[in-house]
């Protein structure tokens, strides 16, 4: 068929994407993908008839680009391929030349807003978290090199050079005046993770025509996890009963006592607003988290605390907890977090391992790890299912006591069976 307007609106999407050839300029197509979006294409061979080696320009999409203006390019490039000139091949030059530091600044701001696997929008603090990454280390060490020079040899060369501290550095912050950038096993895990996903940003961008990171071994994650015992969590709570002097030490308090409570993520709770508690149920409703909306139950000393934090602060505030300065919400845990874990002896306990110790309780005390994983948002099984062996505990308590049932009823019987047969035995 003839690629004019009217025929390519008639078009219904496919089932499987496909290319529909003009049927007076061959070479020149309409791609036709089952989102329903088209595309123009031109497709020539490159080394002589058949056996030659077939490449395909896009031209542009059908709405941006009429199909005249569509043709009329289309011409160009067939008969520059005619004459042995590959567009596509000096196309790919020109796109390869740029370098990693151009992708990482062309991703920032369009790649990292949207989460590749689900397409759902992505957190702010996740989005800062993943430039900071690129920017602290894959600019310092490859930002030079352009993309069509990378290959899976320097893939795993920048690995050993970030697990080696090359890019350890301190930077001046915005916001807190320092910023300590550190190198390590984890952190060079994390860093090449984010790289194979920006370069596969490129690879749908058409940028590369493969991921050269795809392939490289990598150690696992090396989560640690912490639980505080119950003598480090009675030195928390004096350490939490008598905050300090400064303006942020009491919200911070408050903060820390409820991300124990509750086993919510630090966001969930520096971040809340009191339109997301609900008190007459007892529970948080977040529209947004780190696994998207989700609701957290409360304890009853939870809501206890809220309710008591509500009859000091501004209902005028949207915020939980107001930032002392601005319109937003705390963010002084930090500096706060370093001074109790200091006076309670718990220095190298991060503010993420209290909701650690609070699966790990819930565990230990026979809650079923499905609940466990509800409460806490894990979207998969397999997240709770680190905390499995810390209900080893209850079980083998449970295991004892029916056990020790069972051998009372043995040793019984056996005891009613000897007496038995020494009855008969003199009664014979």
Excluded: C
Aim: glycine share 12%; hydrophobic share 35%; aromatic share 4%.
């Amino acid at each position: 068929m003839k690629l004019i307007k009217r025929n390519i609106e008639a078009l219904a999407a496919p089932k499987e994407a496909r290319i529909v050839f003009d049927e007076e300029l061959p070479g020149f197509g309409l791609r036709m993908a089952p989102s329903g979006k088209k595309t123009f294409v031109a497709q020539y061979r490159v080394g002589g008839g058949r056996a030659g080696r077939q490449r395909r320009v896009t031209i542009g999409a059908f709405g941006k680009i009429t199909p005249e203006d569509a043709r009329t390019e289309a011409k160009k490039i067939l008969a520059r391929a005619h004459l042995g000139d590959d567009f596509a091949d000096q196309r790919d030059k020109v796109r390869n030349s740029r370098t990693v530091s151009e992708l990482i600044d062309e991703w920032s701001k369009g790649g990292v807003l949207i989460n590749r696997r689900t397409g759902a929008k992505r957190q702010q603090v996740n989005i800062n978290n993943d430039i900071a990454l690129a920017n602290h280390h894959l600019k310092p060490l490859i930002g030079n090199r352009t993309l069509e020079s990378l290959s899976k040899g320097d893939i795993q060369l920048l690995r050993n050079r970030i697990a080696g501290g090359d890019t350890k550095t301190t930077r001046k912050g915005r916001r807190r005046g320092k910023i300590n950038v550190t190198g390590g096993e984890g952190t060079a895990t994390r860093t090449i993770r984010l790289f194979s996903s920006i370069l596969s940003y490129a690879v749908d961008m058409e940028l590369i025509p493969r991921n050269p990171a795809l392939g490289i071994k990598l150690p696992p994650g090396g989560q640690r996890h912490r639980y505080l015992s119950a003598d480090e969590l009675r030195r928390l709570g004096e350490v939490l009963e008598r905050p300090a002097s400064t303006t942020t030490a009491g919200a911070a308090a408050i903060i820390l006592r409820l991300l124990i409570l509750t086993g919510a993520r630090r966001g969930e709770i520096e971040g809340l607003k009191w339109s997301e508690v609900d008190f007459n149920f007892g529970m948080l409703r977040k529209k947004t988290s780190k696994t998207g909306a989700k609701v957290i139950p409360l304890a009853r000393v939870a809501v206890e605390i809220l309710d008591e934090q509500r009859r000091w602060v501004d209902r005028s505030q949207p915020w939980v907890f107001p930032a002392y300065r601005g319109d937003g919400h705390f963010d002084g845990l930090n500096k706060e977090w370093h001074r109790i874990r200091k006076l309670a002896g718990i220095e190298d306990v991060r503010i993420h391992d209290l909701r650690h110790t609070f699966a790990s309780v819930g565990a230990g005390g026979g809650v079923g790890l499905p609940l466990i994983g509800g409460i806490l948002g894990h979207r998969q099984a397999s997240t709770t299912q680190r905390y499995a062996h810390l209900a080893d505990g209850p079980l083998r308590t449970a295991a004892d006591l029916i056990g020790s049932e069972l051998a009372a009823a043995l040793d019984g019987a056996s005891l009613r069976s000897r007496a038995n047969s020494e009855t008969v035995t003199a009664g014979s």
